[in-house]
């Protein structure tokens, strides 16, 4: 499957990959594990394949030491002896090997979840876009592709140990068996074979079954995190949340719970079946021995030898079937790992250098929507913002302000139109050396269960254990004398679930307010950056603090580009422009003045609100003081 293909979760999506695929599949989950431990997986195959072969070479050995003592008189004591020694051997090496086989597959099996989270999470990282993480479809297929590939190389390498030691097995109890009554063979295979082929089939059922309940345990994973998320207990509590989403839970759960047991019950329905025709043929093959023994065809010896014989090929058709079902389930599971690490990017590589801005960046009519088939939400943007000027962006909810800084960073790209920077299309130049240039505090911007110095200092990555930068960061965010009073001063982890990693203090947490300069003070950590964005960087602080941030950043910002997005209209009133975004179109822009002075435009009308407001509330207070 490639990313063309339907959804994890979809009938198509569980459809047969096809014989190529799944040998490939088989394949590359056995390179996996070489490639997470060479020698683990090396030793494992040598010992799987001594364990495999082990009970042959003590049957050949009882059969060498039999014929011998047969002799009688005529036995060689000797040979007899160290024929009985090297049976012990035998024996005791194959312990050994088993334990030494259970050993080495756990040791491949941690091995191997670390390469397989090395790869899919290297993978997982290289997505430039966002596309890839707001579709549900990968989700799905992420989580599949992580259970499939820590249990098929296991379950390829004991179906292969089992694929050993049976065919060591049906080579000598076949012999037996074409000796004495040969069309028990043929009776058995045909069992055997109709075994197998419907526990393959089962296989299929199952992992169709898993594809199909993926998103649903997604969910109840989801449910989980919320029931026992700190920031979630609030509402949790107050809205009486818990009983509703717990219900949900439990409900998730026993979705998938009654397709798991659906397969569960068609599995045993099948292995009742073949064990009664299992024991039917065995029945029918001893009878007639019986019956033969009885007028004198076959001796005792072969009646024992027969049904011995019998039982040993159903043993191994058992086993076969058993570790082969888990083995398709597997590599079928697994082609989720491959198609995952074949995954393309959702946005084309480009390899121009990013140069530092000197001119201008400049959306050409962009059009965008997040889905082809949903409503546009920039409609033929056009907005030039010069190099060294301050640009504010307002609009109402909605309007698409996050949504043009999410282009400006290269999450997504326009449907049509471009965006310029200094006069090249951004789409062809190095994402990664693109965003260097760029510092953001974003609307939704994150908290990190990490030190107070972490928390800035990954703001700029090469820098983050300088603690000087970190600290000028926090003062120009106004977050500084905070974080020097806590309790670990910059070194106090900024959480309450986990402790710290070197004494096991519990962490501290901040306000919304000092949680928002700490971002702010990440974004600033970029001192290089040529482009600062604020996607409403105060809307979390006091009116104060608000006016000494901005104040603070505009000395700050040195000539630097500003894109700041804010609804407290006042914020923006000292920036060189000022756009208003209105249904995904610039409709107004100018300075504060020339936009005042267009009147009854779309901002003169929003400030007049948002002054009329703060003049009467600063009349309340008037009044309410007077009275006091
Ligand atoms: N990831 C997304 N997938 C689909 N639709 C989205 C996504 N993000 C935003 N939208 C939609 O795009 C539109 C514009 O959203 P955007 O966040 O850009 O608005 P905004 O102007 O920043 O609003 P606000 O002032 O509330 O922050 C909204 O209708 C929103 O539902």
Redesign the pocket.
């Known amino acids: 499957m490639t990313h063309s293909d339907p959804p994890a979760g979809s009938p198509e999506a569980a459809s047969p990959p096809g014989n190529r695929l799944r040998a490939r599949a088989a394949w590359a989950a056995v390179a996996l594990q070489f490639r997470a431990t060479p020698v683990g997986a090396s030793l494992l195959f040598g010992v799987t394949v001594g364990v495999g072969v082990t009970p042959a070479a003590a049957a050949w050995l009882a059969k060498l030491l039999f014929d011998e003592l047969g002799r009688g008189a005529h036995a060689d004591a000797r040979h007899a002896v160290s024929l009985g020694i090297a049976t012990a051997a035998l024996g005791a090496l194959s312990a050994v090997l088993l334990q030494l086989a259970a050993y080495l597959d756990e040791l491949v099996r941690r091995r191997l979840v670390v390469e397989v989270e090395r790869t899919l999470f290297a993978k997982v990282d290289e997505f430039r876009g ?1 596309r890839r993480f ?1 579709d549900p479809a990968f989700h799905d297929r992420l989580r599949l592709a992580q259970q499939a590939s820590e249990d098929a190389p296991h379950n390829v390498t004991m179906f292969t140990q089992e694929a050993v030691r049976s065919v060591a097995a049906l080579s000598g109890f076949t012999g037996a068996l074409l000796a004495v009554w040969p069309p028990m063979v043929g009776l058995l295979f045909l069992v055997g074979a109709a075994a197998l082929l419907a526990r393959l089939s089962l296989a299929r059922r199952q992992v169709v079954v898993w594809e199909l309940t993926s998103a649903r345990l997604r969910r109840h994973l989801f449910y989980r995190s919320l029931l026992t998320d700190p920031r979630a207990a609030k509402e949790i509590r107050l809205f009486g949340l818990g009983g509703f989403l717990h219900g949900r839970l439990i409900r998730a759960l026993n979705d998938a719970t009654e397709a798991e047991l659906a397969v569960a019950r068609r599995g045993a329905l099948v292995q009742s079946a073949f064990a009664a025709l299992n024991a039917l043929v065995a029945g029918l093959g001893t009878v007639v021995v019986v019956a033969g023994a009885a007028h004198g065809r076959f001796t005792i010896g072969d009646v024992t030898l027969f049904v011995a014989a019998a039982a040993g090929v159903q043993g191994a058709f058992t086993g076969i079937v058993l570790q082969a079902g888990s083995a398709a389930e597997g590599v079928r599971l697994f082609g989720h790992y491959l198609d995952l690490l074949d995954t393309p990017d959702d946005l084309p590589r480009g390899e121009a250098p990013a140069p530092a801005l000197t001119g201008r960046i400049e959306l050409r009519d962009v059009w965008f929507r ?2 082809t088939s ?1 409503p546009w ?1 920039l409609r033929g943007v056009n907005l030039t913002v010069p190099a060294g000027a301050a640009m504010g962006l307002v ?10 800084i999410k282009l400006l960073c290269r999450f997504y790209d326009p449907e049509r139109g471009a965006i310029l920077w200094d006069g090249t299309d951004i789409r062809t130049m190095d994402v990664a050396e693109l965003r260097r240039r760029i510092g953001v505090t974003f ?1 939704d911007y994150m908290t990190y269960d990490l030190s107070a110095a972490e928390n800035i200092g990954i703001g700029d990555l090469p820098y983050r254990e300088d603690l000087e930068r970190v600290r000028d960061s926090a003062r120009l965010a106004g977050i500084d004398a905070t974080l020097r009073g806590l309790p670990d001063g910059y070194e106090t982890q900024l959480s309450r679930v986990h402790l710290d990693e070197e004494d096991g203090t519990p962490g501290v947490t901040l306000s919304g307010g000092q949680w928002q300069r700490v971002a702010l003070a990440r974004s600033l950590m970029r001192t290089d950056a040529d482009l600062l964005i604020l ?2 960087p105060s809307s979390g602080l006091d009116p104060e603090a608000e006016h000494e941030v901005h104040r603070t950043l505009g000395r700050h910002r040195l000539g630097r580009t500003a894109l700041l ?1 804010s ?1 407290r209209l006042g914020a923006l009133r000292d920036a060189d422009a000022i756009a208003v ?1 209105v249904d995904g179109r610039i409709a107004e822009l100018g300075s504060h003045d020339e936009l005042m002075a267009l009147g009854g435009g779309h901002y003169a009308r929003l400030f007049g609100l948002q002054a009329a407001g703060y003049a009467e509330r600063a009349d309340r207070g008037r009044t309410t003081e007077a009275a006091t």
């Open positions: 966002l707001e997040y889905d949903g939400v609009g109402r909810n909605g309007a698409g302000k996050s949504t043009l609307q996607d409403e997005v609804h975004l």
